[in-house]
């Protein structure tokens, strides 16, 4: 970091658009797996769904099951990696290392199952729940030199979103039934990010500090359509998910910006807004499904659309002040998708009665957009192997997957000198999942 790359406050404000890459995970919208068969198949169960997470997976088939009468809620260990030389500048890069413990499902059966045309079920779901911290720091300071420069970042983001409802399924006849699953979601996202550089030149020192802080808490209900027919050996499913309505939202952004050491422009800007109006826009998907099962064996596919989200501003703070002048910084915090296609492949194999082998993989892609708060860009393979232990009508599984994907990254900050198209930077995203889930029931 070179003197000349401190930026003079009369550019700052150029310099401070910088803020748009945020590092939220739901641009994939196939992260997580639900129930003991879901997770180790990369949940390609639209069509073969056999026991609770049916109430995700297809509320049509909820009918059809057999077994069993409680999913107790998977939980998921990541080990995920992301690296991005120069994300921030020159030789400022992303690189963290992240450990989570994610809950996944709770769903029960209610009431009697056999004999029964209409079945419900009542399900706690986690869509989201992603904590990234990513640094970005270079050093040019030695005792050899009186000179010296320096600059440290930090990227936090936090998400969670849950879903909790019920499920209706009717059967209509044998091997084919339709359902509906209606769902109260909870959002909350908190996005923190922040930059200083310094500089030591001449016996003067030269400072710019920028933080900004954008959180919202948002509620919505959607539903999930699903219909299930069970030909032969055939299981074929369909769903539509809404994009939801929101019922409220609520967030604040905080705003710091300074520049110290520019006697001839000297700047600071700060704002803090509460009670903002905050919403969430998700999309629309439609997925169809097909199982094919033997005696032993059973291979699962599925593909789900989801439409593009056009940008659109999660909060819409107003502009921020600066300090003895009309000036203002522009405060933006936007969400934007675009449409994706998602496809997998599930094999499962009974060994005996009491063991099954499962396997799947699957074409995560992300919903990236210049326009949208995420940073990942990458598109990602995911690969999972696991076994179960089956007794009576309980199962209960272990498993283990990897993720992978590169993509390129617009760079984070740009000086406002700069001219022609913003360089980027190849991120590497790499993600190790431990799972463990029991499914229980009365049968098999």
């Known amino acids: 970091m070179k003197r000349s790359s401190l930026l003079p406050a009369s550019a700052l404000l150029a310099a401070l658009a910088w803020p748009h890459g945020a590092v939220a995970q739901d641009a994939h919208y196939w992260t ?5 068969v879901g997770q180790l198949t990369e949940g390609v169960l639209v069509g073969g769904v056999e026991d609770l997470s049916a109430v995700y997976y297809n509320p049509g088939a909820l009918a059809l099951i057999e077994e069993p009468r409680f999913l107790f809620g998977l939980t998921s ?5 992301i690296k991005a030389p120069n994300a921030a500048g020159q030789n400022l890069d992303f690189d963290s290392f992240v450990f989570d413990i994610v809950p996944s499902v709770v769903a029960g059966h209610i009431g009697e199952n056999e004999g029964q045309a209409n079945h419900f079920a009542f399900a706690f779901l986690s869509r989201h729940d992603t904590d990234w911290d990513l640094g970005y ?9 009186p000179d010296g420069a320096a600059g440290f970042g930090r990227v936090r983001e936090r998400v969670v979103e849950y879903w909790v409802g019920g499920t209706w399924s009717h059967r209509v006849r044998e091997g084919l039934s339709f359902g509906v699953s209606p769902f109260v979601a909870y959002r909350a996202q908190r996005s923190r990010r922040s930059i200083s550089l310094e500089d030591l030149a001449g016996g ?5 500090a920028v933080g900004k802080e954008n959180e ?3 509620g919505r209900v959607l539903a999930k359509l699903g219909v299930a027919w069970r030909p032969g050996h055939w299981e074929l499913g369909a769903t539509v998910t809404t994009a939801g309505v929101g019922v409220y939202g609520t967030g604040k952004t905080v705003w710091n910006a300074s520049v110290s ?4 422009a000297p700047f600071l800007s700060a704002s803090t807004q509460k009670g903002l109006d905050a919403t969430y826009h998700a999309p629309w998907s439609v997925a169809g499904g097909a199982t094919w099962r033997a005696k032993r064996t059973a291979i699962h596919t599925t593909a789900e659309w989801f439409s593009a989200v056009a940008p659109y501003d999660i909060l819409s703070p107003e502009p921020a002040p600066v300090a003895g002048s009309s000036a203002t910084v522009s405060l933006e915090f936007r969400g934007a998708g675009k449409s994706i296609v998602n496809f997998g492949l599930g094999l499962e194999h009974r060994l005996s009665d009491r063991l099954t082998l499962y396997g799947g993989a699957a074409r995560n892609a992300s919903t990236w957009v210049p ?3 995420t940073l990942a860009a990458w598109d ?3 690969v999972t192997a696991g076994v179960s232990l089956n007794r009576g009508g309980s199962r209960l599984a272990f498993g283990l997957g990897y993720a992978w994907g590169t993509g390129d990254l617009p760079q984070a900050i740009v000086p406002p000198d700069s001219t022609g198209t913003t360089p980027t930077t190849e991120a590497r995203f790499s993600r190790w999942t431990i799972s463990i889930g029991a499914s229980l029931g009365s049968r098999r």
């Open 32 to 36: 997580y797996g639900y129930g003991p």
């Open 77 to 81: 260990i990541e080990l995920a990696k």
């Open 137 to 145: 720091s270079n050093a040019q300071v030695s005792a050899a030199s």
């Open 204 to 208: 003067q020192s030269r400072a710019i």
């Open 216 to 218: 919202y808490n948002q």
């Open 261 to 264: 050491g520019v006697a001839e």
């Open 371 to 373: 326009q949208s708060e």
């Open 380 to 382: 990602l393979v995911d």
